[in-house]
């Protein structure tokens, strides 16, 4: 099956104003469906959750929608699907209620490749209790994160694994599921960092190992919010700071104060958009999945392009060749700063930003700083002349 790009960017009133994107690991656009799917739940009647009112049975219906939305995105159980502002958020509230049960003996494993958001609260709650932080480092060169890396700190001592599902800086999809199978013999959960991947592969949470599977749906068409998704079970069994008045059922029990309810709506909408992405049969999780492998095909066509394109100039260095990657690229022009390029690109309307993008340990593992480099991350929405346009532009700038 294959993606009918012209299609899918006619449903994105932002491409209209005929700026090249390439900014989507860092959020994508919007397609109007799910704008309007916000609007009209700010304008709907919406209380808070209840039974009693039709506005509050509105709320009740939009949050359970959204799970199941989830779950079928991402394969998991939809009691299982929590809500807050970020994965950053999230991912810090995870941190923290594991760590109640950490001792100072005990060790966290986090790797040099993550984002910061998959770094810092494991480091700072291990920290709280005088647990050990245990570093994974990857090839500086090739970008790869060999299993053996993270798999080599493991011990009977370990109580979390936080991993990356891809690299927001270089694109590097590590084998989580190897990685998991490795931790779970070991006795730790899995924690994976789902925010870069999830816009670029079908995914199955449980296929991965992951206990933990955060993304947020602003990285794949959605509104601005996060996700965390586990088994209601490994909920059920952890004690997350809350109010005394609100709900400790599972999910609720970790969603603070009152949810979005117009993102939420919203970010079904997003998923029944990527359902849609191609033609497809079958039930929403059927036809996510369709979608979600001629996306991946699609991608991957165009990146090759864009690959050899950027390899083809001569003053330009590419970060890092991982086997298995996200259609995301890293790349410096020599004697060019990265915000020289950056701005070149964006005054011939190509966005393409430079930075370290968070991922600030790997930049540095890299070599490159806290400046990073230019990143050129494709979307589903993502065409030839975008790809024509963004290696015109490096091509003068590099001149
Ligand atoms: C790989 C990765 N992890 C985590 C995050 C943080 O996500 P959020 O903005 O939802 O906290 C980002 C955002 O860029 C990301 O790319």
Known sequence: MTVDVAAIR?????????????????????????ADAVAATLVAGVANRGTVTAAE???????????????DLLGCQPGGVVFGRSMTQLTYDVARALAKEWQPSDEV??????HDGNIRPWVQAAEAVGATVRWAEFDSDTAELPV?????????????????????????????????R?????????????????????????????????????????PHHGVVVADPALLESLRPDKLLPSSDAVPERYELGTLPYELLAGTTATVDFIAKLVPGDGNRRRRVLTSMAAVEEHEEKLFDRLLDGLAGIDAVTLHGSPARRTPTALFSVRDRNGRDV??????????????????????????????GAVRAGLAPYTNDEDIDRLLAGVAEVAR
């Not at 730790?188 to 955060?214: K, M, S």
């Not at 701005?343 to 790997?362: D, M, T």
């Open 10 to 34: 006619s449903g994105f009133p932002a491409l209209r104003l005929g700026v090249a994107h390439f900014d989507g690991p860092g959020g994508s656009q919007t397609p109007e469906c799910v």
């Open 57 to 71: 049975r509105r709320a009740e219906d939009i949050v359970t929608g959204a799970r199941a939305a989830v779950a």
């Open 182 to 222: 490795a931790a779970h013999d070991a006795g730790a959960l899995v924690y994976v960092d789902g925010v870069h991947l999830t816009p670029h592969a079908p995914i199955d949470v449980a296929a991965l190992g992951a206990d933990f599977f955060a993304c947020s749906p602003y990285k794949f068409f959605g």
């Open 342 to 371: 950056y701005e070149h690109l964006a005054s011939r309307g190509v966005n393409a930003p430079a930075s370290q993008f968070y991922a600030i340990e790997a930049s540095r593992w890299m070599g490159l700083g806290d400046e």
């Open 148 to 180: 053996e890396a993270v798999t080599d700190l493991l011990s009977d001592r370990t109580r979390v694994v936080a991993v990356t599902g891809a690299s927001n800086l270089l694109g590097t999809r590590p084998d989580v599921a190897a990685i998991a």
């Open 109 to 114: 494993v986090v790797t040099r490749l993550d």
